[in-house]
């Protein structure tokens, strides 16, 4: 085995002890150019000389800069329509269908007129401000609701560019169209910038999801969406239980197209209505006309 393979499977290693996220050999191809920016700060040749580096360094702030460069931060707005659509016509009302119907049973008002919606894994903040807009774009059905939508990453750096909201030209048109992009965005000098309208509506915070819930408050929908692709069994089961504890009765979560929690853990069921999406395996999640004929 040639010092660099050597190299990389360390640099892989350092990875999945800070995140988790496994970087298997048929993929460790993308370190050299993942890595390349600190290579030429440092004035390295390669992973050899930087894990030499690593090890004389005393700076915290050197291994997380590696470990960072080498997460997969790909996201663009609306990313898979399909999902979108499903959760504007479909899931997001069937939430608030549910949390009408405890309002009601327990004699509340409005003002429990709530949904809490976490996106794990949000990189530069797109999918939470694709949610932010489907909200702001049926503003008459949403109009006495709270809406809490929470973005967490790993990666701080990702994070605060998702706080800082703006984006380049390539990043903005992906995903959207020029009416979105001119109604939710205005043009600086440095990049297209979230209006504060639309960036009131999300917040961020740097958390790993192997860490626990990023909240005490249970969330009624979750999108995890090509997060646990980078995580091996015990890793991704791990993940699971963490999910399963943030999601509060009645709620869903959603994962990426090549994601599923068949045959990976048995704290989730599929929804038989929708695609891609679970809910808690067992209590009483029933349709909630059943629920209602059951208790009348």
């Avoid at 291994?63 to 959760?87: G, M, P, S």
């Avoid at 929908?221 to 399963?244: K, Q, S």
Wanted: net charge neutral; hydrophobic share 40%; proline share 4%.
């Amino acid at each position: 085995m040639e010092v660099s393979e050597v190299s990389n499977r360390l640099l892989a290693e350092l990875l999945e002890a800070r995140t988790g996220q496994e970087l298997k050999p048929s993929r460790r191809w993308r370190i050299g150019s993942a890595l390349s920016g600190l290579y030429r700060e440092h004035g390295l040749a390669g992973p050899d000389e930087l894990i030499a580096l690593l090890t004389r360094s005393r700076e915290a702030s050197l291994a997380r800069r590696v470990v960072e460069a080498l997460l997969n931060n790909e996201t663009y707005f609306f990313r898979d329509r399909a999902v979108f659509n499903q959760l504007s016509l479909q899931v997001l009302p069937m939430l608030a269908e549910r949390r009408l119907s405890a309002v009601s049973q327990s004699g509340s008002g409005k003002s429990d007129r709530r949904l809490s919606i976490w996106s794990v894994g949000c990189s530069t903040g797109q999918e939470a401000l694709s949610l932010a807009m489907t909200f702001k774009e049926q503003e008459a059905r949403w109009a006495d609701w709270t809406i809490d939508i929470l973005g967490t990453d790993v990666s701080e750096s990702v994070v605060a560019m998702a706080r800082a909201g703006c984006y380049t030209q390539f990043q903005i048109q992906r995903g959207l169209g020029v009416t979105q992009m001119l109604r939710w965005f205005d043009e600086t000098p440095d990049g297209w910038q979230a209006k504060d309208a639309l960036r009131s509506k999300v917040r961020f915070e740097a958390h790993n999801l192997l860490d626990g819930p990023p909240s005490p408050t249970r969330f009624d929908l979750i999108l995890c969406r090509n997060v646990l692709l980078y995580f091996e069994g015990p890793t991704r089961a791990r993940a699971f239980e963490r999910l399963a504890a943030a999601l509060a009765p009645g709620g869903r979560l959603v994962l990426g197209g090549g994601e599923t929690v068949i045959g990976q853990t048995d704290r989730f069921t599929p929804d038989t209505e929708l695609t891609g999406v679970y809910r808690l395996a067992g209590g009483d999640d029933r349709p909630l006309a059943t629920r209602r004929m059951s208790i009348g």
